[in-house]
């Protein structure tokens, strides 16, 4: 079974310029997650999708960062325009909707804002 | 608002030797409790996890957890250490009534041969 699918793995952009991110969570997993990942820290979570439906997005800054699953399926995670400050790995997490459910991890795409 | 504490940013033991990586969690009402492994560049796995039941939690490769309620620690635990068990280990907690996890600020665990 295929994990959790997210691309690019690495991205090098100049600051003010836009950059989007793609997940692919795994078969059958309702819940979908966008955490970020600073270094040295733990992942905090931006947007939480159950469905098609964001159910938290309260951590997410909407005036430059925005996401979509519109078929309740793949994610994608857009930052317009990039600070510097984004820097970091942005994970993308899926579960069964369910409160006990672990959470599944793609490897992460590394964002270096020059 | 929930919270996770991982008061050790690294922790250094001899293989064979067993390990203890600590977690302690602040949350409204009964908890469930995650441990997860990070590998370098690479997203996090899941280890174990407390929903209910038995206080002692085994998981992947050999690790178990212990819950603890009054100290409100859910300390991570494996008898015998491996070089290969070294990495980043991430505790998080999520309270029964709702889909976040918070997680901790991880620690760093060195196995030396």
């Known amino acids: 079974e295929a994990g959790v699918v997210q691309s690019p793995r690495y991205k090098i952009i100049e600051k003010k310029q836009p950059v989007a991110f793609w997940c692919n969570p795994i078969?059958?997993?309702?819940?979908l997650y966008w955490y970020l990942q600073n270094l040295g820290q733990g992942p905090e979570l931006l947007i939480r999708?159950?469905?098609?439906?964001?159910?938290?997005d309260s951590q997410l800054p909407k005036d430059r960062f925005s996401a979509e699953r519109l078929k309740g399926v793949d994610s994608t995670l857009k930052i317009q325009p990039a600070e510097l400050g984004d820097s970091a790995v942005y994970l993308c997490?899926?579960?069964?909707?369910?409160?006990?459910?672990?959470?599944?991890f793609g490897e992460g795409s590394r964002l270096t804002v020059l | 608002a929930q919270s996770v504490a991982q008061p050790e940013d690294q922790v250094n033991v001899a293989e064979g030797n067993p390990l203890t990586v600590k977690c302690t969690y602040s949350v409204s009402g009964n908890p469930y409790l995650f441990w997860y492994v990070q590998y370098p560049n690479r997203g996090l796995q899941f280890l174990l996890k407390y929903i209910t039941g038995d206080n002692l939690v085994k998981g992947s490769y050999g690790f178990e957890a212990e819950f603890n309620k009054s100290q409100t620690s859910f300390h991570l635990k494996k008898p015998s250490a491996l070089v290969s068990d070294s990495a980043l280990y991430f505790c998080a907690v999520r309270p029964t009534n709702a889909g976040k996890s918070t997680f901790g600020d991880g620690t760093t665990l060195t196995v030396k041969p």
């Open positions: 078969s059958g997993h309702n819940t």
């Open positions: 997490a899926s579960s069964q909707s369910t409160n006990t459910g672990e959470l599944f």
């Open positions: 999708y159950e469905n098609e439906e964001a159910v938290d």
